[in-house]
Antibody
């Protein structure tokens, strides 16, 4: 069974940093492209970042302006999101999501999400 | 930038109803359109990808159609477990992975 389990969320002050992790199991992690998608409270879904299976290709949504860094460790079956200079508008549930094989940005498996709250 | 617009934003329906949700892209996205279902407090679930392909395990009452800029999600006969919010998403071009604003299907 495919499992994606996010961790690392919590309460952080504006300007602070947080590192999210996503532990993958039940599939060959190194073969799949991965993503982070977020959802602000009561709002819709927003794609945040993409990383290819080999880490060779990385994309971010424009609004991040270089504050977030996506990475992965295929030996540890893990995906990460380093978030710096956090703002109130970054408050959201952050999901890791797996791409369907051969179909970039089609998210066929999702974690349960981890809540990030940016507030003083 | 490609914008995705869903209509309606919400709808009320009864079990057994046929439900149609529309998604419009601001420019052509070929058939790179996907549909997700999300229930409160849960992660989204992929229903349909590349406009009309049913994800494995998704009931056949769900169907998708369209190409270019106009797309439709249809639920042939609404079931109690289908009350949820539905999102379209384009996977064609930057900004990547853009979602529509969602359509909430509520009990009439």
């Amino acid at each position: 069974e495919v499992q994606l389990v996010e961790s690392g969320g919590g309460l952080v002050q504006p300007g602070g940093s947080l590192r999210l992790s996503c532990a993958a199991s039940g599939f060959t992690f190194r073969s799949y492209n991965m993503n982070w998608v977020r959802q602000a409270p009561g709002k819709g879904l927003e794609w945040v970042s993409y990383i290819s299976s080999s880490s060779g290709t990385i994309y971010y949504t424009d609004s991040l302006k270089g504050r977030f860094t996506i990475s992965r460790d295929n030996a540890k079956n893990s995906l990460y999101l380093q978030m710096n200079s956090l703002r109130a508008e970054d408050t959201a549930v952050y999901y890791c999501a797996r791409d369907k094989l051969e179909l970039p940005l089609v998210f066929d498996s999702w974690g349960q999400g981890t809540l990030v709250t940016v507030s003083s | 930038d490609i914008q995705m617009t869903q209509s309606p934003s919400s709808l009320s329906a009864s079990v057994g109803d046929r439900v149609t949700i529309t998604c419009r892209a601001s420019q052509s996205i070929s058939n790179y359109l996907n549909w997700y279902q999300q229930k409160p407090g849960k992660a989204p679930k992929l229903l349909i990808y590349v406009a009309s392909t049913l994800q494995s395990g998704v009931p056949s009452r769900f169907s998708g159609s369209g190409s270019g800029t106009d797309f439709t999600l249809t639920i042939a006969s609404l079931q109690p477990e289908d009350f949820a919010t539905y999102y379209c998403q384009q996977s064609f071009s930057t900004p990547l992975g853009t979602f529509g604003q969602g359509t909430k299907v509520e009990v009439k």
